[in-house]
């Protein structure tokens, strides 16, 4: 991953060339089925208060308290979001979603999801 004011530049024709890494989900997030997530860096800033990354998850139902603000493209799949209202979002290829910091959201998760994800916050930003 680069950083902001780095002489090196990094570039990728495809998501499928990023380094992806197996993100661990804490067990008591996981509320059905076994969700996996791969996370790929793409771009953090030199004061670390913004990243770039991309994810993959496989299907499952979990749980997640939001510690940023969060911008997500969804590049494929589908993902239905609460915030604890119990009103559903549907997130499929092509959606925008906003997820605010200090909320816990419940993530649906099927069809192979994928996402690009721009995290930010006043402070460091802690994945």
């Known amino acids: 991953m680069s950083k902001s004011g780095e002489a090196s530049r990094?570039?990728?024709?495809?998501?499928?060339?990023?380094?992806?890494?197996?993100?661990?989900?804490?067990?008591?997030?996981?509320?059905?089925?076994?969700?996996?997530?791969?996370?790929?860096?793409?771009?953090?800033?030199?004061?670390?208060?913004?990243?770039?990354?991309?994810?993959?998850?496989?299907?499952?139902?979990?749980?997640?308290?939001?510690?940023?603000?969060?911008l997500i493209y969804v590049v494929a799949g589908r993902m239905l979001v609460d915030d604890g209202s119990g009103k559903w979002v549907e997130c499929s290829a092509g959606s925008l979603v906003r997820l605010s910091a200090g909320t816990t959201f419940r993530k649906q998760i099927s069809d192979n999801y994928e996402e690009i994800s721009i995290m930010y916050s006043d402070s460091p930003v802690v994945m």
């Open 10 to 70: 990094v570039s990728a024709d495809s998501l499928d060339s990023l380094p992806f890494e197996r993100y661990e989900l804490p067990a008591e997030s996981v509320i059905e089925g076994d969700p996996q997530v791969d996370v790929a860096p793409i771009w953090q800033s030199a004061d670390d208060r913004i990243i770039v990354s991309t994810a993959r998850f496989s299907s499952g139902t979990l749980d997640y308290a939001q510690t940023a603000d969060e």
